[in-house]
């Protein structure tokens, strides 16, 4: 199975695509920060190193920032035609990852405005299928799940083969014991591969 990781440069996004590369998937890591990407395949690499992994297995990276549709539209055409499509695409706000990119120049978390990815996801996913994971940061929920849930309908209308998982991430520590990057990777692809739905995860949002 290929995926790819949005937001993969650190934090949950960086987590979610080292248990992707555990579990044997091929992994496409795609963050703004192109050091961040490198850190990130250099981590995941390092499980083959350590003879964790299976020697074929492969990892690529791409730095793009959602906010330009030039570079939004190339990422798109690189894995659609390089890698061939995915079959599952985690969308994970760079906010969650206390990415220095995810601030604006007043101090406002605006994570890193990835709705306009959602113009873009069908030419990568295969064939027009596969499945969708879009993590739900609390700050942005809102307007991101609005957006997304419109997609989804518009793509399911024209007949496309198309999954999809909210994750809702809580940090709230009054009714939610957060847990770490880690342990919220392993609970979300768990929740995944059991084909569920909608998913509530608490996490630390920033």
């Not at 942005?140 to 999809?164: C, F, M, N, P, Q």
């Not at 591969?193 to 995860?201: L, N, T």
């Amino acid at each position: 199975m290929t995926t790819s990781v949005s937001g993969s440069g650190g934090g949950l996004g960086r987590e979610l695509s080292l248990q992707l590369v555990r579990q044997g998937c091929r992994v496409i890591c795609v963050d703004q920060d192109v050091l961040q990407v490198q850190e990130t395949l250099g981590l995941a690499r390092s499980l083959q190193t350590d003879g964790a992994l299976d020697g074929a297995q492969t990892i690529r990276g791409y730095a793009c920032d959602w906010r330009n549709p030039g570079e939004a539209l190339g990422l798109s055409r690189a894995v659609t035609t390089t890698e061939g499509g995915v079959d599952l695409i985690f969308v994970v706000p760079e906010s969650n990852n206390n990415n220095e990119s995810a601030v604006d120049g007043a101090g406002k978390v605006v994570g890193n405005e990835f709705w306009p990815l959602l113009g873009f996801l069908p030419g990568m996913l295969a064939r027009a299928r596969g499945h969708v994971v879009h993590v739900l940061d609390e700050q942005i929920a809102h307007k991101t799940g609005l957006v997304a849930d419109a997609w989804i309908e518009s793509l399911l209308e024209v007949g496309a083969d198309v999954r999809y998982t909210k994750v809702h991430l809580h940090s709230d520590q009054a009714r939610h014991r957060p847990c770490r990057a880690e342990d919220a990777a392993c609970s979300i692809v768990s929740a995944v591969r059991r084909g569920s739905a909608e998913v509530h995860i608490a996490y630390p949002v920033c």
